[in-house]
């Protein structure tokens, strides 16, 4: 049973810099890429940003250069280093991992439950 679990989230001003962190638990075949993504009330889940397996780096246009993904193998973590934050990154954060859950399988989504990052004065 894969399980991701977020942490890292909170309130902090516009300016300022949060790290989101996610551990994954489990067992799978292969893994395809870890990611965040973002849904802001109202909105569509969006991207945020994604780490493939052979370490390509894919970041929305509204995070490039302010964001920076990034994987810890040993520990099973990825994590996102958030600076520079707007109000408008204010949204629940989730981790996804695409993998194989097995040789005979196609990938398959996993998620987290969310974190809420707010960015307020």
């Known amino acids: 049973q894969v399980q991701l679990v977020e942490s890292g989230g909170g309130l902090v001003q516009p300016g300022g810099s949060l790290r989101l962190s996610c551990a994954a638990s489990?067992?799978?075949?292969?893994?395809?890429?870890m990611g965040w993504y973002r849904q802001a009330p109202g909105k569509q889940r969006e991207l945020v940003a994604s780490l493939s397996a052979g370490g390509t780096t894919t970041y929305a246009d509204s995070v490039k250069g302010r964001f920076t993904i990034s994987r810890d193998n040993a520990k099973n973590t990825v994590d996102l280093q958030m600076n520079s934050l707007k109000p408008e990154d204010t949204a629940v954060y989730y981790c996804?991992?695409?993998?194989?859950?097995?040789?005979?399988?196609?990938?398959?989504?996993?998620w987290g439950q969310g974190t809420q990052v707010t960015v307020s004065s």
């Open positions: 489990g067992s799978v075949f292969g893994i395809v890429l």
């Open positions: 996804k991992l695409l993998a194989y859950p097995n040789s005979a399988s196609l990938p398959r989504e996993y």
